[in-house]
T-cell receptor, first 113, second 113 residues
Framework: DAGVIQSPRHEVTEMGQEVTLRCKPI?????LFWYRQTMMRGLELLIY????????DSGMPEDRFSAKMPNASFSTLKIQPSEPRDSAVYFC???????????FGSGTRLTVV | GENVEQHPSTLSVQEGDSAVIKCTYS??????FPWYKQELGKRPQLIID?????GEKKDQRIAVTLNKTAKHFSLHITETQPEDSAVYFC????????????FGKGTKLSVKP
């Protein structure tokens, strides 16, 4: 299994531009999580899905952030418009029912200038 | 909601010594407590976890203990090696891996040869 796959690995964009981060969970995993990691705030949960349905999006900072999971093998996190304070590493993770561990992707390092 | 406190934020030990990292949680309904290791520039990786029906779990040089009454859990690493140097995160969840993992702020462990 290739694990959780995220793309792109690095993204540099200008303030005001739209950014889309992508995630492919491990096949068979039915929960998917988006986290943001910064030095100041550590690992923060943004949103998670069970069986493609958003369960808790209370961590999404503001309306500029949106996430979708159109099917069991794909999810996107979109920021529109992006701001410099959105610069962080964004991790996607997935887990399977009965398996208590999360598997994280390699992350997307986002820099907004 | 759940809040996880982790101490210390940095820890430096000599190779061969033991290292202990402690976490406390606030929600008595939490039932799953994983520990993740994150090397510089890499993804967090699950190293050990414990469920609320168990008081201690060991895996070679690492062990985790849980005190449900006091709502704290600890990671113990014995015979530390330079490759143990990393940031370690504790986390807690009330729904296992199908729910929201709340992470501590992390402990940067440095093992000096």
């Amino acid at each position: 299994d290739a694990g959780v796959i995220q793309s792109p690995r690095h993204e540099v964009t200008e303030m005001g531009q739209e950014v889309t981060l992508r995630c492919k969970p491990i096949s068979g995993h039915n929960s998917l999580f988006w986290y943001r990691q910064t030095m100041m705030r550590g690992l923060e949960l943004l949103i998670y899905f069970n069986n493609n349905v958003p369960i808790d999006d209370s961590g999404m900072p503001e309306d500029r952030f949106s996430a979708k999971m159109p099917n069991a093998s794909f999810s996107t996190l979109k920021i529109q418009p992006s701001e410099p304070r959105d610069s962080a590493v964004y991790f996607c993770a997935s887990s399977a029912r009965g398996d208590y561990g999360y598997t994280f992707g390699s992350g997307t390092r986002l820099t907004v200038v | 909601g759940e809040n996880v406190e982790q101490h210390p934020s940095t820890l430096s030990v000599q190779e061969g010594d033991s290292a202990v990292i402690k976490c406390t949680y606030s929600d008595s309904a939490s039932n799953y407590f994983p520990w993740y290791k994150q090397e510089l520039g890499k993804r967090p990786q699950l190293i050990i976890d414990i469920r609320s029906n168990v008081g201690e779990k060991k895996d070679q040089r690492i062990a985790v203990t849980l005190n449900k009454t006091a709502k704290h859990f600890s990671l113990h690493i014995t015979e530390t090696q330079p490759e143990d140097s990393a940031v370690y995160f504790c986390a807690a969840s009330i729904r296992g891996s199908q729910g929201n993992l709340i992470f501590g702020k992390g402990t940067k462990l440095s093992v000096k040869p």
